[in-house]
Structure formats: C-alpha cells, structure tokens
C-alpha cells in the first residue's frame, strides 16, 4: 500500500485562524505497517491501528481512505474518504462507481416496504447515489436524509445523537404526504447509509429513536458503508446485514502527554440568517426519488477543468450537475464544504475556514483546493447568493456563485 506525502500549505490559503502551530507542523501523521499487516498511523494525539480484513475485488484501502486528525477531543482520528467527494476532490464518474458497487452488493430479496436514511452531512450524497442505483431492484422506495438543519411545517419523525461528532444532534423528518408517511412507518427493511462504521453505534441510536417513533415492524436492517471498522453484528435483536467495500478492525492509543484540542463551535441545529430557497428534492424532506430540479450547467470547451463545490448537506443535486458536466466532455472534480473541523496534515494538505453560508455564525471548511488546478470552481448553494462569505470567494478567485435565488 502507498501514501503520498502531504504537499506544503499555501499561506494563501489559509485564514489565520487556521495556521498550525510550528509543534503541529513539525508533527505530521505518518504510518507504518508492521509483520501483521496491521497499520500504525501516528497522529498527534496517539497512534490509530488499523487491520484491514476484506475487501470488494476492485476496490483497495489506498484507493478509499487516508487518514487525518480531528479538533475534537471526543475522538482524535479521521477516516478521510478518497471517493466521497467531501475532504478530498474526485472525478464524479468515481464516486458513482461506489454507489453501484455498493448498491450491487445490498441483498435482493428484502422484505418491503424498504425506506433508506443517509446519514448528514458527509453521506447524503453517497446515500442518494447508492439509492438511485439500488432503485433498478426495487421500485418502491422511499429515500431521507438526517439533517441539522430544522425545517418548518414538517413533522420530525426522530431525534438522535451521534455520540463522536463535531455535531452530535441529528434530525430526520417525516412527510406531510400521508402515503409517504405510511411507507415509512410500515417499513419492514431499513437500509441505513454513512460514509463508514467505526462502532455503529450511530445506527444503534438512529433504529432506537425510530423505533421509539412508531416504526414497529422492522424485519430486516441493512447497514451500508464505504468502510466498516465495527464489531456490530446485530442492531436491537433485529436481524442485519452489513455491506461494504471494505471491513477491517481498529484500535486507538492515545498519547497521555497530549492535551485535547478546543473544538471551534459547529454544532448548531438552528435556524439561521439566510434561510433555504433552493426545492428541497434531495431527501431532507422524505421523496421516492432525490433529483436535481434546477440545476443546469454545460462546459465552455470539451476538456474545461471544474471543481464543482456542494455546500454542507447540500450535495447531491450539485453532484448531478457535477456528474451532467463530466458527461458532456469536462475534465470535472467534485468536492463540498463542511462543518467538520480537521487539522492539517497527512490526507488534509490545505484548509481554508470561512463562515457558514445558512448565517449561523459558524465555521465551515473545505479541504484539499488548489484553484489553479481549475479553469472554473462552481460553488453550489441552497442559500441566497449573499450567504456565501466573500472571504471563501476572495481565496478561490476562479469561482462562481450558483444559487436558485
């Protein structure tokens, strides 16, 4: 297996908020893999063992993940995906060959109705693309996306924690379409969607709210990761199956001479200055299909190289304009803002910090853009224009702003 080395941090690229200390500069992660096949990845705060254990036949561990550090002192470790188009750019045409390879592997035969929840704000793309391939199998699916974003005149169908997060809260709403209510409450296989499982016990807490919630005839749950690290076998008695591209198992030994980090304040479940304006067809609100209804983009020449950047959880109609340019001849990466806070370093070669564009006075982030890599950066919002923090356009000069309002 191979790592690249992480290139140097331009000053321009960073807000000075964001410049590491000379002590983290000098205390890159590095990894090694001893007789046993098992990694060692040394971060700052500790050392992260990892034991790969399986993997689908066309997919290899240096071709998933890397790994970075948190500024979180509730877990120091990232697993940071190489085809999620969230910290790391990627071809579209990539991130749906995950979604088929994964949605190929989900069983056949489960027991329907079927309702498939992605899990905000890192897996709702994957969630909608693994939906969208596995809806060829099954007809009559209903798709939902956990948020942290309240909505208004919608019924919440379940509160949850997840427990590690840099945001532990988590909503997921119901429909006020009475069909679609009634699929979800007589679903009898749940299909539950994260970009990876480090000990399930987000799925643990999501099945136990829903079903707290009314939904009492689940028969069958199917968890589906890029990567699975957890020991999970069972979720509340209720027969599971899991799928991945890759399982494995972990371990963390946390240096005791190092402190944890403060954690900037991103665990907002609010409403915000800018409200959203873009159609909610992506899953927020419970649909049979997520779509992009609105979005419409062709290149200026065949070979055009374009970043286009989604916003937050708002992915997957951007991913689709993404997915449409790459079809019709550009050379297209696909990458997204987030609120997850990440030290650089390792997987995370540049960061630049801006503020939130839903107005909640937090920071966000995007990782690993290098704008003259682009002739054009398309930044996707289901705010209004003025959301978007000027500072975020004034260090990506090559961007435009696309929004619905």
């Known amino acids: 297996m191979s790592y690249n080395k992480v290139a140097n941090v331009s000053e321009a690229t960073r807000s000075k908020a964001d410049k590491p200390k000379a002590n983290e500069l000098n205390a890159m992660p590095s990894i090694d893999t001893d007789s046993a096949n098992t990694l060692n990845i040394k971060l700052t705060r500790g050392t992260l063992q990892l034991k790969p254990q399986s993997a689908h036949s066309e997919w290899s561990l240096d071709q998933l993940m890397g790994f970075a550090e948190r500024i979180n002192p509730k877990r120091s470790f990232l697993f940071v995906s190489k085809v999620l188009g969230k910290h790391i750019p990627v071809k579209p045409s990539v991130m749906q060959k995950s979604y088929h390879d994964l949605a190929a592997m989900i069983p056949k035969d489960l027991p329907q109705p ?76 749940l299909i539950l969607i994260d970009d990876e499982a480090s000990t399930g016990k987000t799925f643990v807490n999501l099945v136990s709210a829903l079903k707290q919630a009314g939904l009492r005839h689940i028969e069958q749950i199917v968890t589906t990761t890029l990567v699975n690290w957890s020991s999970l076998t069972r979720i509340d008695d209720t027969p599971t199956t899991h799928v991945a591209l890759m399982t494995g198992m972990w371990q963390w030994q946390a240096d005791a001479q190092q402190q944890a980090p403060d954690m900037p304040k991103v665990d907002h479940v609010a409403h915000g200055q800018y409200p959203i304006v873009a159609p909610q067809t992506f899953g927020r609100i419970p649909v049979k299909l997520p779509t992009n209804s609105w979005i419409k983009l062709r290149p200026k020449f065949t070979g ?39 030290l650089e370093g390792h997987s995370i070669a540049t960061k630049i910090s801006f503020d939130d564009n839903y107005g909640l006075g937090m920071p966000n982030f995007i990782y690993n853009i290098q704008p003259e890599q682009y002739d054009r950066i398309l930044i996707i919002a289901e705010t209004s224009h003025q959301s978007i923090d000027p500072q975020l356009i004034a260090l990506l000069p090559n961007s435009e702003i696309i929004t619905y309002d």
């Open 114 to 189: 079927i309702t498939v929840i992605g899990m905000a704000e890192t897996a709702v793309c994957l969630a909608a693309g693994v939906y969208q391939a596995l809806s060829s199998d099954y007809s009559d699916m209903v798709f939902i996306t956990t948020t942290r974003h309240p909505l208004n005149d919608q019924p919440i169908l379940a509160e949850f924690q997840e427990e590690h997060s840099h945001a532990m809260s988590q909503l997921l709403y119901g429909s006020n379409d009475a069909d679609l209510q009634a699929h979800i409450f007589n679903s009898k296989t």
């Open 304 to 342: 055009e190289r374009i970043l286009v950047i989604g916003t937050c959880e708002y992915a997957w109609p951007p991913f689709l304009a993404a997915l449409s340019l790459e079809q019709q001849g550009a050379m297209v990466k696909f990458s997204s803002t987030t609120r997850s806070p990440i």
